[in-house]
């Protein structure tokens, strides 16, 4: 099983700050990663896949990048809307497929 | 893009067992693989399942294999979690996803379904 390990647990940044988010894998998996955004009471958002390719109607202020085992997400600068919980999902090698366990967005 | 709305979910004693629906629509339904994921109270999303487009291959986490089955009805635009031998940590939210059809993504998600199970 590919073990994806996300950090930091939780980011402290203020509206207008770059963010700078992190999932390693266990194993060398390509670009086969996903990137989510969870907010309380609305659906799950996918915002990147294939490590870089924007989902429909992302900003461009999401970035993904990275391949093998190092991925990275980046948000340009925050809005308000983007303090969140973000995952990422490794769709590589499976059964099973497998997600970090999240990064928490805060405002500082 | 597309709307999937889950549907069942219950307070169930331990041993018991649950039949979890998602309803699809504003997407042509039997062109994706399906998914189901759950999060458990406080903790990260976790893969439960998944079905391909026409029901012909599926496969499971090794927390839910024998004891739960995903199929889908691809006439009524649905998908399904059959649940059994329920345990307490089967307890957590339950969500439908639809699959990319490109890639490996899930690009769609439901709202959820809660399925808590107590004696």
């Known amino acids: 099983e590919i073990v994806m390990t996300q950090s930091p647990a939780t980011l402290s940044l203020s509206p207008g700050e770059r963010a700078t988010l992190s999932c390693r894998a266990s194993q060398n998996i390509g670009s086969n990663v996903a990137w989510y955004q969870q907010k309380p009471g609305q659906p799950t958002r996918l915002l990147i896949y294939?490590?870089?390719s924007r989902a429909t109607a992302i900003p461009a202020r999401f970035s993904g990048s990275g391949s093998g085992t190092e991925f990275t997400l980046t948000i340009s600068s925050l809005q308000s809307e983007d303090f969140a919980v973000y995952y990422c999902q490794q769709y590589n090698t499976w059964p099973p497929l497998t997600f970090g366990g999240g990064t928490k967005v805060e405002i500082k | 893009e597309g709307q999937l709305v889950e549907s069942g979910g219950a307070v169930v004693q331990p041993g018991g067992s649950l039949r979890l629906s998602c309803a699809a629509s504003g997407f042509t339904f039997d062109d994706y693989t399906m998914y189901w994921v759950r999060q458990a109270p406080g903790k990260g999303l976790e893969w439960v399942s998944l079905i391909d487009w026409d029901g012909g291959s599926s496969y499971y986490a090794d927390s839910v294999k024998g004891r739960f089955t995903i199929s889908r009805d691809n006439s009524k635009n649905s998908l399904y979690l059959q649940m059994n031998s329920l345990r307490k940590d089967d307890t957590a939210l339950y969500y439908c996803?639809?699959?990319?059809?490109?890639?490996?993504?899930?690009?769609?998600w439901g709202q959820g379904t809660t399925v808590t199970v107590s004696s």
């Open positions: 294939d490590a870089s």
């Open positions: 996803a639809k699959g990319q059809s490109s890639a490996g993504g899930m690009d769609v």
